[in-house]
């Protein structure tokens, strides 16, 4: 009789779960060899506690620096609040300026104060002619007309309004005849600021006649001979001619801000009468240098003068000449200037 119920198969042990029936267990090398002990380097010790604090680390560092800013934010927010409050300016403001003097209202008590132009002369009482004496073949006499056509040509060319105006006439007239051409040819090139002076037509602000023109220069004279052999007496003039326009708010700007100056070197000639002929005595422009300083380069393109219209970006905006010398400066000499 066959049994319906056959015995279980007694259970596998724990090391037949990994092996077959007729494969002995195999126990790894590792598990063979006692363990042996290692102590960790200090770089080892670093590195692991790095390993393990890092993510602290990482977690203050960026909360300070969330509090930094959030302090830098607060403090700023509160300075402008409280300066608001105060009703302080907000914007940046223009560098400290050196102070003019203002009467009560505020007005400008002068337009030459605070500048060396203060202590100039005006108009013709700052022309003043050395003594005339004989100089090599010209005579005592030749030489007081000479500087006495020097002196009316410095006048109609730097000081008159005509001159200053646009009309050029009397200027040329103090010329001699032979010269005259060559001088208008000057004028209209734009080419004559070396020994004229013209205010632009169109200026804004506008030459304000009534403030007068301050000068100050020398004047002397020498005999000397062209390289064609002719004899000239030669008169040669440095001067600074200081023009004022009426720049609105002058008092908020530096002494100065309104002023145009004018630095000169100019050759007179004189051919001896003796060795030219008629139309060609009398005086001539033989050499003339400038500087200008305080014009906008669009006028002094064209021969005129002008004021920049806002002082107060020259320095940023450069729109006018850049001078490599002091203006005023004592040790000027022909060729320290601009170039625009």
Same mark, same amino acid.
């Given at each position: 009789?066959?049994?319906?119920? !056959?015995?279980p198969?007694p259970a596998?042990?724990?090391d037949?779960?990994f092996?077959?029936?007729?494969?002995p267990?195999?126990?790894?090398?590792?598990? $063979?060899?006692?363990?042996?002990?290692?102590?960790?380097?200090?770089a080892? $010790?670093?590195?692991?506690?790095?390993?393990?604090?890092?993510?602290?680390?990482?977690?203050g #560092?960026?909360?300070?620096?969330?509090? @930094?800013l959030?302090a830098?934010v607060?403090?700023?927010g509160w300075? %402008?609040v409280?300066?608001v409050?105060?009703g302080?300016?907000?914007?940046?403001?223009r560098?400290?300026?050196p102070?003019?003097?203002v009467d @009560?209202n505020?007005n400008t008590l002068?337009?030459?104060? &605070?500048? =060396?132009?203060?202590s100039?002369?005006e &108009?013709?009482a700052?022309i003043?002619l050395p003594?005339a004496?004989a100089?090599g073949?010209?005579?005592?006499?030749?030489? +007081?007309?000479?500087?006495?056509?020097v $002196?009316g040509?410095?006048?109609?060319?730097?000081?008159r309004?005509?001159m200053?105006?646009?009309? /050029?006439?009397p200027?040329?007239a103090?010329?001699?005849p032979?010269a005259?051409a060559r001088?208008?040819?000057?004028?209209?090139?734009g080419s004559?600021?070396? %020994?004229?002076?013209?205010i632009?037509?169109?200026?804004?602000?506008?030459?304000? !006649?009534?403030?007068g023109?301050?000068?100050r &220069?020398t004047v002397e004279y020498?005999?000397?001979t062209?390289d064609?052999g002719v004899? #000239?007496?030669n #008169?040669?003039?440095? %001067?600074?001619?200081?023009?004022s326009?009426?720049?609105?708010?002058?008092?908020?700007? =530096?002494?100065g801000?309104?002023? #145009? +100056?004018v630095?000169?070197?100019?050759?007179w000639?004189?051919?001896? /009468?003796?060795?030219v002929?008629?139309?060609?005595r009398g005086?001539?422009? @033989?050499?003339?240098?400038?500087t200008v300083?305080g014009? !906008?380069c669009?006028?002094?393109r064209? &021969?005129?003068?002008?004021?920049?219209n806002? /002082?107060?970006? $020259? !320095?940023?905006?450069?729109?006018?000449?850049?001078p490599?010398?002091?203006?005023?400066d /004592?040790?000027w000499e022909?060729?320290?200037?601009?170039d625009?």
């Amino acid at each position: 009789m066959t049994d319906q119920n !056959p015995a279980p198969e007694p259970a596998r042990r724990f090391d037949q779960l990994f092996a077959t029936d007729d494969e002995p267990v195999r126990i790894p090398d590792w598990m $063979r060899h006692p363990v042996q002990e290692h102590e960790l380097t200090r770089a080892e $010790r670093l590195r692991l506690g790095w390993d393990r604090h890092s993510g602290k680390l990482l977690a203050g #560092v960026g909360a300070l620096l969330v509090v @930094g800013l959030l302090a830098v934010v607060g403090a700023a927010g509160w300075g %402008f609040v409280d300066k608001v409050h105060r009703g302080e300016g907000i914007l940046p403001t223009r560098s400290a300026q050196p102070p003019r003097p203002v009467d @009560g209202n505020g007005n400008t008590l002068g337009v030459f104060l &605070g500048t =060396p132009a203060e202590s100039f002369a005006e &108009g013709e009482a700052g022309i003043v002619l050395p003594a005339a004496r004989a100089t090599g073949p010209f005579t005592a006499k030749q030489v +007081t007309a000479a500087l006495a056509a020097v $002196r009316g040509a410095l006048v109609e060319g730097r000081l008159r309004s005509r001159m200053l105006g646009g009309d /050029p006439q009397p200027f040329l007239a103090g010329l001699a005849p032979d010269a005259r051409a060559r001088a208008t040819e000057n004028l209209t090139r734009g080419s004559a600021l070396g %020994f004229a002076t013209r205010i632009a037509p169109d200026a804004d602000p506008r030459w304000v !006649p009534e403030d007068g023109i301050r000068v100050r &220069g020398t004047v002397e004279y020498a005999a000397g001979t062209t390289d064609e052999g002719v004899r #000239v007496l030669n #008169v040669t003039t440095r %001067f600074i001619w200081v023009y004022s326009f009426d720049l609105l708010l002058a008092q908020q700007f =530096p002494p100065g801000a309104e002023l #145009v +100056t004018v630095r000169d070197q100019v050759v007179w000639q004189f051919p001896h /009468p003796a060795d030219v002929r008629p139309a060609t005595r009398g005086l001539w422009v @033989g050499s003339a240098d400038v500087t200008v300083a305080g014009a !906008p380069c669009a006028a002094l393109r064209k &021969g005129y003068l002008a004021l920049e219209n806002d /002082p107060a970006h $020259r !320095p940023l905006l450069r729109p006018g000449p850049a001078p490599t010398a002091d203006v005023y400066d /004592p040790g000027w000499e022909p060729g320290d200037g601009e170039d625009c």
